[in-house]
């Protein structure tokens, strides 16, 4: 699939299996999410533009390499994608970060947006979008339109799993921003649920329902 990144890590299918399982506690949910966050993360940076800086090591000067340009924003789709977001953070702690706070109307499954908070230099840095579902894509190409609309205009696009019928909506609204993914499932169901999936990726995070 072009513009889609499998991330085929043994840790990170062993512990999506584990999430997927509905005997899984919801604190057990969170954690692995988080552990996965890591290893998502480390792959979705895995090209980032680097520079030297000149630093003393106690034994010799030496021209080290750093992470060249601005900070990186990572911009979390509420509520889930702060699942991802925690353990970015760990990783990039210098990252600024935007909230788009969206949620799947559940009978017409659009995305309505309740919040956006997104720092004002969108244009000159790598945002990448963390949500852990990519369903009919309806939230996730909201939230990239929003970002761009700010200004946005380079963007990689990060989740745990998601449906074939959502990548290629999203590949088509935003052929521009690749994305990341653990996974790509088999199919939607009629409710708009990735198949076979996790279920409802909030709720099992947050124990709501
Ligand atoms: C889930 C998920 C995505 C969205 C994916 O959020 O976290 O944002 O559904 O579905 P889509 O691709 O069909 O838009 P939800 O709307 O359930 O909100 P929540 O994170 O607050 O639970
Ligand atoms: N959102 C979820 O959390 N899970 C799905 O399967 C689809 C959308």
Same mark, same amino acid.
């Given at each position: 699939?072009?513009?889609?990144?499998?991330?085929?890590?043994?840790?990170?299918?062993?512990?999506?299996?584990?999430?997927?399982?509905?005997?899984?506690? =919801?604190?057990?949910?969170?954690?692995?999410? %988080?552990?996965?966050?890591?290893?998502?993360?480390?792959?979705? =940076?895995?090209?980032?533009?680097?520079?030297?800086?000149?630093?003393?090591?106690?034994?010799?000067?030496?021209?080290?390499?750093?992470?060249?340009?601005?900070?990186? &924003?990572?911009?979390?789709?509420?509520?889930?994608? !702060?699942?991802?977001?925690?353990?970015?953070?760990?990783?990039? @702690?210098?990252?600024?970060?935007?909230?788009?706070?969206?949620?799947?109307?559940?009978?017409?499954?659009?995305?309505?947006?309740?919040?956006?908070?997104?720092?004002?230099?969108?244009?000159?840095?790598?945002?990448?979008?963390?949500?852990?579902?990519?369903?009919?894509? !309806?939230?996730?190409?909201?939230?990239?339109?929003?970002?761009?609309?700010?200004?946005?205009? !380079?963007?990689?696009?990060?989740?745990?799993?998601?449906? @074939?019928?959502?990548?290629?909506?999203? %590949?088509?609204?935003?052929?521009? &921003?690749?994305?990341?993914?653990?996974? &790509?499932?088999?199919?939607? !169901?009629?409710?708009?649920?990735?198949?076979?999936?996790?279920?409802?990726?909030?709720?099992?995070?947050?124990?709501?329902?």
């Amino acid at each position: 699939m072009q513009g889609v990144t499998i991330v085929d890590h043994p840790l990170v299918q062993h512990k999506l299996t584990i999430m997927r399982d509905k005997e899984t506690s =919801t604190a057990g949910f969170r954690r692995l999410l %988080r552990e996965i966050s890591l290893l998502l993360c480390y792959e979705v =940076t895995r090209d980032l533009e680097m520079t030297t800086r000149v630093i003393e090591t106690p034994i010799m000067e030496m021209k080290a390499p750093t992470l060249e340009g601005k900070k990186l &924003v990572f911009a979390s789709v509420l509520r889930a994608g !702060n699942g991802l977001l925690d353990g970015m953070l760990d990783l990039v @702690p210098a990252a600024r970060v935007a909230h788009v706070g969206l949620y799947r109307d559940h009978e017409t499954l659009e995305a309505v947006e309740y919040f956006f908070k997104a720092p004002s230099d969108l244009e000159d840095r790598l945002v990448i979008v963390v949500d852990p579902m990519l369903a009919t894509a !309806n939230s996730a190409i909201a939230a990239v339109d929003r970002l761009k609309g700010r200004g946005a205009t !380079n963007l990689r696009f990060l989740c745990l799993l998601a449906a @074939p019928e959502g990548v290629e909506r999203f %590949r088509k609204a935003h052929p521009d &921003v690749p994305i990341f993914t653990a996974a &790509v499932d088999e199919k939607l !169901n009629e409710k708009g649920y990735i198949v076979p999936g996790l279920g409802d990726a909030g709720d099992r995070m947050y124990g709501t329902k």
